[in-house]
């Protein structure tokens, strides 16, 4: 009996490995399609709302350094004047954020704890209040008020109705420290 022996032809190994990436890679750029757009506005939330938390907290740290000067009568002795403070702030700040007209300093001192009154800043339409631009960093045993304000303006449009909290998709950051001042001359032994 003589044996046969049938050839089939096959494939060569080589064009059956590189069809399956061809169509592979095709369905990666479709699916990456559809998530990049969520994965990129996540990836902006994340990185704005991180950079607001930032200047937040640059901001609180210069309040707290400038308002130091009031408390322990650096200002008063070396008669530094409000635009001289608001300098002292925007030392601070600098260079996440810019000192200029979205900064706004308040500054107000009260005979005690009980009479201080902290309005709020941002007006029925929805913007900052010019009217908190005081500049009364009071006297020994005064208790006084700092706070800075600064409008942000959000950058991710998406994201603006969530981050916003003012009118035209701004953010505002704000800073406060109270204290009452220290008794910084010799006449007065203690409050």
């Known amino acids: 009996m003589m044996k046969m022996r049938i050839r089939v032809k096959r494939r060569p190994k080589r064009a059956a490995a590189n069809a399956v990436p061809r169509a592979k890679s095709g369905s990666a750029a479709i699916e990456f399609a559809f998530v990049a757009p969520v994965f990129f506005l996540f990836l902006m939330g994340t990185m704005e709302t991180g950079i607001i938390f930032l200047g937040n907290f640059v901001l609180q740290n210069a309040v707290n350094d400038a308002a130091r000067q009031i408390r322990t009568g650096q200002v008063a ?3 530094t004047n409000q635009e001289q403070f608001r300098t002292m702030v925007c030392n601070g700040i ?3 954020l ?4 979205n ?5 107000q001192a009260y005979p005690n ?3 201080l009154s902290v309005p709020n800043p941002i007006t029925a339409s929805g913007g900052l209040d010019p009217a908190l631009r005081n500049w009364l960093p009071g006297s020994v045993c005064s208790v006084v008020l700092v706070r800075a304000f600064y409008t942000w303006n959000v950058a991710t449009p998406v994201l603006t109705p969530f981050l916003a909290n003012m009118a035209n998709g701004r953010h ?3 800073a406060a420290a109270a204290f009452r001042n ?3 001359n010799t006449t007065v032994a203690g409050c």
């Not at 900064?103 to 500054?107: A, H």
């Open 77 to 79: 002795q070396n008669g």
């Open 103 to 107: 900064l706004q300093i308040d500054v």
């Open 94 to 96: 600098a260079p996440l």
């Open 172 to 174: 505002l950051l704000s």
């Open 113 to 115: 704890f009980g009479a």
């Open 98 to 101: 810019a000192c200029d007209a």
């Open 182 to 184: 220290e008794p910084y």
